[in-house]
């Protein structure tokens, strides 16, 4: 690592603690819903979320990148960090399972394909249980051990304020929320 990138990174570190009360106070969730412009989007929503990262998981390849043929066989997928004080695990839980499509397993909406396959993920037998009990009854949603997990490039972190009109279009053209609304009545 050069010294000037060592440098942004103290900076950026020495900031978040130093300017963040919550920090301490801050848990983290990991979860697969498709593509992660729209998990992110979705679950930013919610009060006492205090970010999204956008990523990958759940696969073995070394150092998986969002371009074409490198993510291997990860899923695309959100960390959330929340303030449990706020927010309770349940409540993301539910929300999770109101935002994905819980009854397909091979891929999400318009993207097909593993790296866009559900997936709930845990970080002990608390959490698996939580997960378990709220799944709706034709869930077929994997709950997973939590494993690493790989943010991607900062132009795809909050893709859907940056780019908000690609975004829209997107979501729009693969009927996300129309299937929503039918699987949450």
């Not at 920090?23 to 593509?35: I, M």
């Not at 970010?51 to 990148?65: C, L, N, R, Y």
Request: with cysteine; proline share 3%; aromatic share 16%.
């Amino acid at each position: 690592m050069n010294m000037k990138k060592f440098i942004i990174q103290s900076l950026s570190v020495f900031y978040f603690i130093t300017f963040n009360a919550n920090f301490t106070l801050a848990e983290s969730f990991v979860y697969s819903g498709g593509c992660f412009w729209c998990t992110e989007a979705d679950m930013e929503k919610l009060e006492g979320v205090t970010e999204v990262i956008s990523g990958f998981t759940a696969g073995t390849s070394k150092d998986p990148k969002y371009i074409p043929g490198k993510w291997g066989d990860h899923r695309e997928a959100a960390k959330v960090i929340y303030d449990s004080k706020i927010v309770t695990f349940e409540n993301l839980v539910k929300h999770v399972f109101k935002t994905i499509d819980f009854e397909d397993n091979d891929g999400q909406f318009c993207d097909r394909g593993r790296s866009y396959t559900p997936a709930i993920y845990y970080k002990n037998n608390k959490e698996k249980n939580i997960i378990l009990k709220l799944a709706p009854k034709t869930s077929i949603v994997p709950v997973e051990i939590e494993t690493r997990f790989y943010p991607v490039r900062l132009e795809h972190q909050d893709y859907y304020k940056k780019q908000s009109y690609k975004y829209e279009y997107y979501r729009f053209l693969c009927r996300r929320d129309q299937r929503l609304e039918i699987l949450n009545n």
